[in-house]
């Protein structure tokens, strides 16, 4: 390969924000389309489509039906569907991932349209690690590479392993946990690139390359070739990274990191975001260009399609793919086919504490936002809620004639205020602000307001909660918040949910 420079343009990064972790990305023609990890959440795996590498819009996720993803009630957060690989090779899409749960183990899927529908789970019993990547040789041979940074060769179509699992690569040494292989031929190498340093601060990437898919693969000389370890930079975390190349030649990265905000030790709320990167090649190894963040964004990020902003009036026969629920979304407790232009959820769980809650939200995807819902408790107790996870929540609760704010944050869980309401239909909202005072090292990355909405649009709040304790930082994991509606006795309907972001100063 000949040594490529180019100038970069701007990029308001991250290109996909919120929750969305692991990113594996494929271009087809002019056409790039991109995967996450998804975790506990029902439906799984994201997909996405840009025709720019900036602006992206989700088509579908890949495993919708219960035959494709089986998350059990016991599934901790944070477990589930763990870093995808996206690949196109012979005229089809395959996608390999791994299912963390009672009964999972890693899957392959395929399609002819990455928008659905995918295959059925194909198997891979033989192939024993998390993070798995697919790479056909010259002959049609296909290898797949896993944490740990071992090989194995494998049928696609049957699932079968041929050989033992062997050892590539230790990446760099005494860097924690070499994990999310990707292997590719450019040139006249094989290259290997991987994440190491654990998924926190230390987060890095790194590449080695060699003469064939098995090695032997020698380490860049430059590596890590893109961390932001022990630096002030508002974006941390940074690896996790999958490498494309544009029809114009150029090569780009996409890869996750997060902007943590508040004081120390700084508290991130949205999960891991995918960011994009320029690449430019000396001396054939990658040289990753500036990471530019955007954490001023405008209140209409570019990045974001129109139609994922704004009101959902449940007027369409299916959700809109945002739409996630805790590991399943059972038909007769989550429709828009009950009551005509509402949604309806009937409840499992006495409360979001229960692993088998009814909850219907969508990744919180700004730094300050609002969202509201027109909420008719008649026939059940409900409301508005911002999720990291069973033991870290927020919400806004509903019953006839009665609101009230509850707060749980690992074993407590607390009415924080109430007050009584008329009868009926009512709107509940949830905004952000930064905390203050900015200047205290102590200071929260947010504060979350609940209140309800009179008949005059005026918000009237009940009380102001501090937004680090639905962060990673405190809760743990590797998700972000999620803000939807719950139902927790009854059934109770949702005539509208609006969310709009909020300027960032």
Aim: proline residues 10%; hydrophobic residues 35%.
């Amino acid at each position: 390969m000949s040594d490529q420079s180019q100038t970069a343009p701007t990029v308001a990064n991250p290109v996909i924000p919120g929750f969305h972790p692991d990113p594996s990305i494929c271009r087809v023609g002019d056409d790039y389309y991109l995967v996450c990890s998804s975790f506990e959440y029902f439906p799984g795996v994201p997909v996405f489509h840009s025709r720019d590498l900036v602006h992206w819009t989700q088509i579908g996720n890949a495993l919708e039906r219960a035959s494709q993803l089986r998350l059990p009630a016991d599934t901790p957060s944070s477990a589930g569907i763990y870093a995808p690989t996206l690949r196109h090779h012979d005229s089809r899409f395959w996608l390999v991932v791994t299912n963390v749960s009672t009964g999972g183990g890693n899957m392959l899927f395929t399609a002819t349209d990455p928008a659905g529908p995918w295959s059925d789970p194909i198997r891979l019993p033989g192939v024993r690690g998390i993070d798995p990547d697919l790479a056909w040789d010259e002959d049609g041979t296909c290898w797949c590479t896993f944490a740990g940074i071992e090989q194995v060769r494998i049928d696609p179509q049957t699932g079968e392993t041929f050989g033992p699992q062997r050892k590539l690569w230790s990446g760099t040494p005494g860097a924690a946990s070499p994990e999310a292989p990707h292997l590719y031929r450019i040139g006249a190498y094989w290259y290997l690139l991987i994440a190491e340093g654990g998924t926190e601060r230390g987060h890095g990437v790194s590449i080695a390359r060699g003469p064939a898919p098995t090695g032997p693969f020698e380490p860049c000389p430059a590596n890590p070739i893109l961390t932001h370890r022990g630096s002030d930079r508002p974006i941390q975390n940074t690896g996790h990274a999958d490498l494309v190349q544009a029809p114009d030649g150029t090569w780009w990265m996409v890869l996750l990191g997060v902007r943590p905000r508040g004081g120390t030790p700084g508290w991130h709320i949205l999960g891991r975001e995918t960011f994009l990167a320029p690449v430019s090649w000396v001396d054939d190894w990658p040289v990753v260009g500036e990471l530019t963040p955007d954490m001023a964004a405008p209140a209409w990020p570019l990045s974001i399609a129109p139609e994922e902003v704004g009101r959902d009036d449940f007027d369409l026969p299916e959700l809109r793919p945002y739409w996630i629920s805790p590991r399943s979304r059972p038909d007769g407790h989550c429709t828009t086919k009950e009551r005509a232009g509402w949604l309806t959820l009937r409840a499992r769980g006495a409360s979001l504490d229960d692993t088998d809650a009814t909850f219907l939200g969508r990744r919180q995807r700004h730094l300050a936002w609002r969202a509201r819902v027109r909420i008719d408790p008649s026939w059940g107790r409900g409301g508005l809620a911002v999720r990291l996870d069973e033991r870290h929540h927020y919400e806004i609760e509903a019953s006839d004639g009665q609101v009230q704010v509850v707060a749980r944050i690992g074993p407590l869980r607390t009415v924080v205020a109430a007050r009584p309401v008329p009868a009926g239909p009512l709107v509940l909202g949830v905004r952000t602000a930064e905390a203050q005072p900015p200047d205290d090292a102590r200071t929260g990355p947010d504060a979350l307001s609940f209140g309800v909405d009179t008949l005059d649009g005026a918000f009237t709040e009940l009380c102001t909660l501090d937004g680090r304790y639905l962060s990673t930082e405190v809760a743990g994991g590797f998700t972000g918040r999620v803000v939807g509606m719950y139902a927790a006795a009854g059934s109770v309907h949702f005539d509208w949910f609006d969310y709009d972001p909020l300027h960032v100063t």
